[in-house]
T-cell receptor, first 112, second 118 residues
Framework: SQQGEEDPQALSIQEGENATMNCSYK?????LQWYRQNSGRGLVHLIL?????REKHSGRLRVTLDTSKKSSSLLITASRAADTASYFC????????????FGAGTRLAVHP | GAGVSQSPSNKVTEKGKDVELRCDPI?????LYWYRQSLGQGLEFLIY????????KSGLPSDRFSAERTGGSVSTLTIQRTQQEDSAVYLC????????????????FGPGTRLTVL
């Protein structure tokens, strides 16, 4: 079963605009990761944020984590057409191995 | 360096036939995961290997599904007597094991095998 939900399910923006995607989860976690998927195939790891971190940056990506609300957000600034993809959050449990539980994803379309 | 590879990239089979999906993880990655992704959905965990053993098979949807890993490297996911609901993209990922202090390592995903059961 999936850990949580992402919203919106789909997002359509113009190049240069910012895109914000949200993820909620249900259980306690050790880490939360964001992945990108193009054309329904392999996933590309974007960023990992640990449960004791609140914000992380990587290039045009900014991820926040609020463990009290069990939620995370991914912000892509100055979007490009090449950012068009599906974005998934995945949570890793507090103990044991890192069995990732994925959300259903947000489909982002960036129009030139 | 080489990433995770999977074969075949596409597989079309008839209902009732058996299929084998292969995953070659990154060399040195002792942790290996299989996931399944149905159309328009997120990934669903199937099974986890640490080395050659599978301490967590909880995601396998039925006893028609099995997986093995040999030499701590290549893994094969077998689906017997395939059904139409087995149609999905099957993704494999590998990573270094969790560190002694609990450190998490990124999972690297293969390109997946798209299985279509007619």
């Amino acid at each position: 079963s999936q850990q949580g939900e992402e919203d919106p399910q789909a997002l359509s923006i113009q190049e240069g605009e910012n895109a914000t995607m949200n993820c909620s989860y249900k259980t306690s976690i050790n880490n939360l990761q964001w992945y990108r998927q193009n054309s329904g195939r392999g996933l590309v790891h974007l960023i990992l944020i640990r449960s004791n971190e609140r914000e992380k940056h990587s290039g045009r990506l900014r991820v926040t984590l609020d463990t009290s609300k069990k939620s995370s957000s991914l912000l892509i600034t100055a979007s490009r057409a090449a950012d068009t993809a599906s974005y998934f959050c995945a949570t890793g449990p507090s103990g044991g191995y890192n069995k990732l539980i994925f959300g259903a994803g947000t489909r982002l379309a960036v129009h030139p | 360096g080489a990433g995770v590879s999977q074969s075949p990239s596409n597989k079309v089979t008839e209902k009732g036939k058996d299929v084998e999906l292969r995953c070659d993880p990154i060399s040195g990655h002792t942790a290996l995961y299989w996931y399944r992704q149905s159309l328009g959905q997120g990934l669903e965990f199937l099974i986890y290997f640490q080395g050659n053993s599978a301490p967590d098979k909880s995601g396998l949807p039925s006893d028609r599904f099995s997986a093995e890993r040999t030499g701590g490297s290549v893994s094969t996911l077998t689906i017997q007597r395939t059904q139409q609901e087995d149609s999905a993209v099957y993704l494999c990922a590998s990573s270094l094991p969790r560190g002694p202090s609990g450190g998490i390592h990124e999972q690297f995903f293969g390109p997946g095998t798209r299985l279509t059961v007619l």
